[in-house]
């Protein structure tokens, strides 16, 4: 009998797949159909957590299903390897951030061989080794061809404490979240991609996702891309020679624009600030220092008192002539739009609380009240001509007094040729025309911004680009790549808001290559969100020397099937590597233009309900997890846990029971006699439908990612078989053996170790996780089936044979088809119909 000791199978079946490498994806000479299973790679800091052993398990199962299935399986493995915290942990304690990084690397590697994940070993890439960060480079200079790299000046957010450039993440109440100092705007000149030129196709081709991605992850990128749908309108300003252009989704409203509002940090706002009154300017001023302490979450954030100063400028309505006084607001953003808009206080509820706060006049021209379906209503005129508001109703609402805009849809009043026109007929009426009179178009508009990847940082991929000294900007020669990262003696990584690189004078020292002249190279390095948008393509071929990837590969492998990791990359990562996989199928290297064509976010590992942290003290760590338990138990005790996109207390997870099961699996296979023959087809029919009906359903349970219920049925079968054993036909019926085999195939996805062994003990050659997926038998997995009787006018006609479970419809649907039944109608129609499933149905003619 088996004794269950995990650790001993480990090593043992570990060692064998060293040795053998049965995990390897086929070449060419393998005829199998491909499937690439992938889960997001790790980062290296410090050893692997709860989160990782889900993820790789979870991508294991997958690839293990596909393999048994008969697929050339493609399940690769790297790391993800430049970034802050390497250079963090580098400046405390002096260290080069090189072994930082390849240290961690190496301790995270040790730990995935011994969780027993299935990947092909000889694909491993590491971002930040020369062999990879080279592509980087090439990438960046094949967009910098295209136009999609290029640099500009945009203020960004400003630590003057630490020196460095925050995200706007990191900017808490206009404070540095690192040192509590004020944060402010600087404007830095900063490489870009141009990924706003894509925002339609990535959000268009969104609709090709549903289904296979998780909706909330479309739902997020289509916010994050954020079109709006509406019309540029030109102003004129008195007393200045340009029109200044608003973005509005509501054209239909400009007769109710009592105002104009520009962004206080715009060029525009300053140009027109510039012949006011001293008193006005230094208004302005001061005002636009508070702006550039505020962080553009707060400025976006709705019911914010409203803040601003009037410019003494004016703006000429194109529609109707009117004279509108411009402010400077900061809730108009200088990089949305046009960085100004036409305030509509009556229906726009940030433009009325600053109408509200500022004393300024509302106009409603839009009924809310009345039908937007059926007939214009007629709209009554006093004396005057001007419209007479059902008082009643509207006067009511009337924004200026309620505070509350009215946003929703209905007639168009004091609004000229538009009245009487619902919002969408008055939008498409006043784009109209306003593009006849040459004062507006229809336009959009998108949240999206341009991609910032310059860091002014050490460690990631430097930008191969040099700077000459009569001031042009040319790309390092093709065959000078890579351009590899200096050592790191003498320089001092501390951030000081200009990459440390620069410091480095050997190596940021060049020549212009067109005129040999002396030149400096670009010291700043790549965003590693760079770094990540293509790492699946060099996979394909992660040796390569002369490419990227190659293409041909590509075109075989890609894109990848299923791709696994958490729901925190919903944006970043899987926007750019959408992106750049448009552009590389752009520029012809690859002929797909969406990189992951099934997407899985699996929940976090929480512990009592709270999120792991460092800080907080709660962490559960991987590798301590592993040595105590072993990789199966571990391994099925998180599968069982729950479904995939669950989050998972690890306090309710049970390791004592997935011991216990993978003892107990282990022990059929140990009493199963490996000497006797397989005699298919015979045994104890009720095991055999278990066993039957577990081929059957896991590869749908499989597909659906329903990890959880494959163990379940797995223990199921494991307890049937145990009972034939105990109390049936024995340890010799071969539908025992048939279970136990049944069960080590299965069990693969899960417990590898466990399953390789139990698949020696039955007297199988290595490896199980090789083994073929058996088909069912359909005759043992016809379901329960009863006889349902049908009478015509309470003369039983005939008989059905059907499912315990079938449904009345589904019941009277088959008995009006019957032959029998259809026959003894003749011709007659049924007026009645009683059904009660699955026993009677009864019909009665007219
Ligand atoms: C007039 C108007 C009337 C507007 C109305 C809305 C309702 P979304 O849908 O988010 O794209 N806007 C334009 N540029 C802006 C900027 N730089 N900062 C802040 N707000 C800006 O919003 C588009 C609307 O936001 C635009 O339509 C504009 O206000 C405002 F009843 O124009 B609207």
Sequence with gaps: SAAFDAHAIQAKWQRAWADADPFRAGGDDDKRPRKYVLAMFPYPSGDLHMGHAENYLYSDIVARFWRHRGYNVLHPIGWDSFGLPAENAAIKRGADPRAWTYDNIAQQKQSLHEYGVSFDWSRVLHTSDPEYYTWNQWLFQKLYEKGLAYRKESPVNWCPHDQTVLANEQVVDGRCERCGNEVVKKKLTQWYFKITEYAD????????????????????????????????????????????????????????????????????????????????????????????????????????????VFLDRFAINPINGERLPIWAADYVLADYGHGAVMAVPAHDQRDLDFARAFDLPVRVVVDTTAPVTGAVPVIELDEDGVPVMPASELDDLDPARTGVALTGDGRMINSGALDGLSKRNAIARAIEQLTASGTGRAAKTYRLRDWLISRQRFWGTPIPMIHTEDGRIVPVPADELPVRLPSVEGLDLTPKGASPLGAATDWVTTTDPETGEPARRDPDTMDTFVDSSWYFLRFLS?????????????????????????????ILHLLYARFI?????????????????SLINQGMVILDGAKMSKSKGNLVLFQEELEQHGADVLRVALAFAGPVEDDKDWADVSTTGAAKFLARALRVAADVDSETDVVWAEGDTALRRVTHRMWADVPGLVEQTKFNVVVARLMELVNATRKVIDTGAGASDPAVREAAEAIAVVLDLFAPHTAEEMWAMLGHRPFVGLAVWRQPDPTLLVEESVTAVVQIDGKVRGTLSVSAKISSDELEALARADEKVTRALNGRAIARAVVRAPKVVSFTTA
């Design 201 to 308: 196709r990535l959000l268009d081709d969104l609709n090709q996702l549903e289904g296979f991605w998780p909706q909330k992850v479309i739902q997020m990128q289509r916010n994050w891309i954020g079109r709006s749908v509406g019309a540029d309108i030109d102003f004129e300003i008195e007393g200045r020679a340009e029109t200044v252009t608003v973005f509005s989704t509501r054209p239909d409203t400009l007769h109710g624009a009592t105002f104009m509002v520009v962004a206080p940090d715009s060029d525009l706002a300053a140009e027109l600030v510039a012949d006011s009154s001293e008193e006005v300017r230094t208004r302005f001023q001061d005002y636009l220092q508070t702006v550039q302490k505020t962080s553009e979450i707060d400025r976006q954030t709705a019911d914010r008192p409203k803040t601003g």
């Design 542 to 570: 992660p040796n390569d020397a002369g490419q990227p990837f190659a293409p041909a590969e590509a075109d075989k492998w890609g894109p990848v099937d299923f791709y696994i990791g958490g729901v925190e990359h919903a």
């Design 581 to 597: 996989t448009k552009a590389l199928f752009d520029m012809g290297q690859v002929e797909f233009t969406e990189p992951f064509s």
